[in-house]
């Protein structure tokens, strides 16, 4: 193993809490478990194997999600759902009139966070990735559908913990993971770093190329169509804008 050695000190203690959850709150209909294929969820997927509890487990196909993590789903979770949105990232783009950002996040909405509709969702979301997350709790109702519940068994879990698990159970897990990336997520995602989109856009460059394609048939909606201006007249100019400049008022001057 490549990754970093991790202690197993206090893992093990939060593995039994994090399968007596699974156990308390499974519905009788069982699970509908979030899969990304990242490591987070690898990790509540065993935990509920652990558990024994009844569980079908899904994939939200996005349309820019990394080769290899499509192909380490396959080749390793055979069992794992998938599902196809009814639009690409690229033709929402043209249609929404604006690219995803840190602010405006309607792609999540759209092609992540699709499913699960009247059931329990187990997600592996963690309180030690964000301030937005750390506000999360163990069990929680859905804001956006009143029908749909969200169990986060490993929501006290560090990323240590995560590669404890990983490490002790002998899980295969994405190559990206050995390749820089400590999160896996779409390609050029508006939440990564600088870093990160750089790391993209060198590694992917026929979905840099299509996001460029799409910005361009988004001018033409706008400065066409609808008359709508902007500042910037090329793609590319979008495309900088996009990488270069995240933060959110920095955002909000693209487009008037």
């Known amino acids: 193993m490549s990754l970093i050695e991790y202690t197993l000190e206090g893992t093990i203690n939060k593995i039994d809490i994090a399968i007596e959850r699974l156990k308390s709150f499974e519905p009788p209909e069982g699970y509908y478990l979030a899969f990304s294929g990242g490591k ?28 290899e993590l499509l192909k380490f789903i396959k080749d390793n979770y055979p069992d794992v759902e998938f599902h196809r949105p ?12 604006i690219p995803p950002t840190r602010r405006v996040r309607y792609c999540c909405e759209y092609l992540k966070e699709r499913g699960g509709s009247g059931r329990l969702v187990v997600t592996g979301i963690r309180s030690q990735e964000s301030y937005k997350r750390s506000q999360r709790k163990i069990v929680e109702s859905c804001y956006k559908d009143t029908t749909k519940k969200y169990i986060n068994p490993i929501i006290d879990w560090n990323e240590n913990d995560v590669w404890n698990f990983i490490k002790q159970k002998e899980l295969k897990y994405c190559s990206l993971y050995n390749k820089g990336y ?26 840099y190329n299509a996001y460029l ?8 909606e706008r400065n066409k169509r609808l008359d709508l201006k902007t500042n910037w007249k090329t793609p590319k ?14 955002q909000d001057t693209l487009f008037n």
């Open 182 to 207: 400590k999160r896996i997520g779409c390609i050029l995602c508006p939440l990564q770093t600088l870093r990160g989109k750089l790391k993209d856009k060198e590694n992917y460059p026929k979905f």
């Open 213 to 220: 394609l799409a910005f361009k048939k988004m001018l033409i």
């Open 40 to 67: 987070d969820s690898q990790v509540i997927y065993e935990l509920a194997k652990m558990a024994r509890v009844k569980f079908d487990a899904h994939f939200n196909f996005t349309t820019v999600d990394p080769p």
């Open 237 to 250: 100019e979008v495309m900088n804008w996009w990488i270069y400049e995240p933060s959110k008022q920095k």
């Open 86 to 97: 009814e639009i690409s990232i690229f033709k929402l783009i043209s249609k929404k009139l």
